[in-house]
T-cell receptor, first 112, second 113 residues
Framework: NAGVMQNPRHLVRRRGQEARLRCSPM?????VYWYRQLPEEGLKFMVY????????ESGMPKERFSAEFPKEGPSILRIQQVVRGDSAAYFC??????????FGSGTRLTVV | QQQVKQSPQSLIVQKGGISIINCAYE??????FPWYQQFPGKGPALLIA?????SEKKEGRFTISFNKSAKQFSLHIMDSQPGDSATYFC????????????FGKGTKLTVNP
């Protein structure tokens, strides 16, 4: 039973480019969460999705960031026109709504 | 009211010693308190968790102590081993909050051989 799969593991983007981060939840999990971790900081909640629905996006920056979890395929976190401050580790977690979060290994985004 | 405050920021213990990490929260609606362990380059992994209806939970060498009136909870690692060297995060969530986790800033634990 594969865990939460995130790709790519490392992503380098120039300022102004778009970054697309992918997350495939554990088999049978229909809830996906995205968190951001800055260096030496804890994880900060960004968005909670179920299939085809955004349930809670209270942690998402108002501009440039979007997320989706389509009926088929992985969840995508999209960052448009990246800036240096977007450099961070982005973690996806999945659950079946019983507090049993499983995190992926993350995507480390570097904006140069 | 969303904060979870964690201390210390870093901790060094000798092999065989007890590691203690503390967290305090403000939101009384929190009803789930997990601890996560994170190794460099990896995602956080759930270590142990507690609900507010119990004051202590033990799993192997790991124990959570919970003080509801003081709004504090702590992680105790008994017989600490070099392999326990990692960053530990406390967190909290509540049923009415889409189960999103509010994390502390982490404690970097180093266990010397």
């Amino acid at each position: 039973n594969a865990g939460v799969m995130q790709n790519p593991r490392h992503l380098v983007r120039r300022r102004g480019q778009e970054a697309r981060l992918r997350c495939s939840p554990m088999k049978g999990h229909s809830h996906v969460y995205w968190y951001r971790q800055l260096p030496e900081e804890g994880l900060k909640f960004m968005v909670y999705l179920q299939k085809e629905n955004i349930i809670d996006e209270s942690g998402m920056p108002k501009e440039r960031f979007s997320a989706e979890f389509p009926k088929e395929g992985p969840s995508i976190l999209r960052i448009q026109q990246v800036v240096r401050g977007d450099s961070a580790a982005y973690f996806c977690a999945s659950s079946q709504r019983n507090y049993g979060y499983t995190f992926g290994s993350g995507t480390r985004l570097t904006v140069v | 009211q969303q904060q979870v405050k964690q201390s210390p920021q870093s901790l060094i213990v000798q092999k065989g010693g007890i590691s203690i990490i503390n967290c305090a929260y403000e939101n009384t609606a929190f009803d789930y308190f997990p601890w996560y362990q994170q190794f460099p380059g990896k995602g956080p992994a759930l270590l142990i968790a507690i609900r507010p209806d119990v004051s202590e939970k033990k799993e192997g060498r790991f124990t959570i102590s919970f003080n509801k009136s003081a709004k504090q909870f702590s992680l105790h690692i008994m017989d600490s081993q070099p392999g326990d060297s990692a960053t530990y995060f406390c967190a909290a969530s509540w049923r009415g909050g889409s189960e999103k986790l509010v994390f502390g800033k982490g404690t970097k634990l180093t266990v010397n051989p």
